[in-house]
């Protein structure tokens, strides 16, 4: 698999390859008289305690006054040899009229349509520097990554996504047909949902674990080409691999001096940040507690997808279609913001619902993994923001910058004519037209000078 790196000088190019690399090329550059095309290092990449091999391949700088020179060879080189691009830009800089002519050659030479690429917003080393992210979105590029080469961060991260973009085909469906390559290539990673299991103490998260590894399903233990964390657990559900993470966590007990379980923020939060979804377990017995509305909180900051799970529910005497009506009411009304969940009734003593919360679980997984093309997508936002506009914002183009969870952005003429009303009638409008049952949907609205860049 090769990987070119693309970009204006002074972006900060070498130091990137340098770093992924993890050593300083081999090719002394500045020797005058050498012709240098371009400069091949293969790469070792460890992610997810697996090693990757890759080559690095560079044009290098050809030097002051040659840029258009210099561009060309760079999108030539990636044209002939690139699995992946990597279209480096200084975040600090902001998008200059250099970017530009980079990007209009990688998108005339057809590059943009027909491989990963990787917008590297390098030099992001403060906050302020990552604010100025949002210009970056104007490109329409799908994968952003904001770095720092010199102070090497988030390269660990790069090196993931690069991974990912070459080596998962379900996760862009730009390196598909592949093939001859993909023979070559280290094996799939198996993208495995994991799930969360919180809530307060006592409401049954253990035996709810405990059912779920007690029923007939089988626990597999590392899946080939994964790691898995000793306080996670690798189980099949009907054919279908999950991994529960931090079973550890559900397990030990928080207890205070006086021996009161507490529950543990810091700990659902880091929970959380492992998950793609959360069963949220709630104590049918006294039903919705004022803290459960905390952590859904934490659920939704974490960008979780969630189920409800009304556990114990062979407590109540009328446990019949209506008083199950009666309790997603008070669900509903206590947990407010969630109103995209789908709550579950189980009896984890005797696991019971389990079935069907698994079948629901799979069915919000598969939402969630859902990519809508831009093209689809503003011609559908645009369409919905003619039923509701109260202060007439006009629509450029929208599109969904990520799926974990499911991430869209608009760019608009001006962010503050987007009337609130106008930005919850835009996500119902997702949700009828594709669901994302379960999962929370981040709509972000981009102020876009007309860049006269549209096609
Ligand atoms: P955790 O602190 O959330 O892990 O809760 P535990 O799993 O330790 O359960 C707390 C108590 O609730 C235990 O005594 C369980 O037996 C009981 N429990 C859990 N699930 C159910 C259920 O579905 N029905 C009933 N009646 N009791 C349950």
Known sequence: ???????RPNVGKS?????????????????PGVTRDRIVEPAQFWVRAKPYSLNLIDTG?????????EIRLQVETALKEADLVLFVVDIKAGLTESDRSVFLELRRAGLTDSMPVILVLNKADSDAAEE?????YALGLEHLMPVSAEHALQI??????IVDLLYSPDLDEADEGNEAAAEEAPPTIPRIPRIAIVGQPNVGKSTLLNAICGEKRSIVSP???????????????HGKDFVVVDTAGIRRKN???????????????KTLERADLAFLVLDGEVGVYDQDEKIAGLIEEAGCSVILVMNKWDTQVDNDEFSQKLAEEEIRKKIRFLGYAPIVFTTATRGIGLERLFRIADGVLEQRGLKVSTRELTEFIRDESE?????????YFVHQSGRNPPTFVAHVSDPRKVHFSLSRHLVRALRDRYGFSGSPIRFHFLKTRNTGEKK
């Open 255 to 269: 207890k205070t001096e006086q021996g009161i379980e507490v529950l543990s923020v810091v700990q659902t939060r």
């Open 132 to 136: 100025g992210m949002n210009e970056f």
């Open 223 to 237: 899946i080939a080409g994964t790691t898995v964390d000793p306080i996670d657990l690798t189980l099949n559900w």
């Open 15 to 31: 130091s990137l390859f340098n770093r992924l690399l993890g050593r300083k090329r081999a090719l002394v550059l500045d020797t």
């Open 156 to 161: 660990d991260d790069l090196k993931e996504k």
């Open 1 to 7: 698999m090769n990987v070119v790196v693309v970009g």
């Open 387 to 395: 039923v509701h506009n109260p202060d007439n914002a006009k629509f």
């Open 61 to 69: 700088g050809l030097g002051e006054g040659q840029f258009q020179e």
